[in-house]
Nanobody, 120 residues
Framework: QVQLVESGGGLVQAGGSLRLSCAASGSIFSINAMGWYRQAPGNQRELVAIITSDGSTNYADSLKGRFTISRDNAKNTVSLQMSSLKPEDTAVYYC??????????????WGQGTQVTVSS
């Protein structure tokens, strides 16, 4: 069984910074891309950023320059550093990863989500 657990969400004032972390655990043989998505009330879940196993990154155009994704392959973790936060960044943030288990089954896994609230 594979599990993703996020941490680091919370309440922050506009202009502030926040760092989210996600740790993958369980029967993991390898992890391909890892990413962050977010979903605001009434909106669809949207891509924030993804990072491949070799460190290539891709960001939502509107977030480039404010958010930075990184990963630690040795620890099976992915992080999202968010700066210059705006009230419109308020959402539940979800960690996501493509994982091959020791039984060689591949699947896409999601964390439970962590709330980020940016006050004006």
């Amino acid at each position: 069984q594979v599990q993703l657990v996020e941490s680091g969400g919370g309440l922050v004032q506009a202009g502030g910074s926040l760092r989210l972390s996600c740790a993958a655990s369980g029967s993991i043989f390898s992890i391909n891309a890892m990413g962050w998505y977010r979903q605001a009330p009434g909106n669809q879940r949207e891509l924030v950023a993804i990072i491949t196993s070799d460190g290539s990154t891709n960001y939502a155009d509107s977030l480039k320059g404010r958010f930075t994704i990184s990963r630690d392959n040795a620890k099976n973790t992915v992080s999202l550093q968010m700066s210059s936060l705006k009230p419109e960044d308020t959402a539940v943030y979800y960690c996501n990863a493509g994982i091959t288990s020791w039984s060689r089954n591949w699947g896409v896994y999601w964390g439970q989500g962590t709330q980020v609230t940016v006050s004006s």
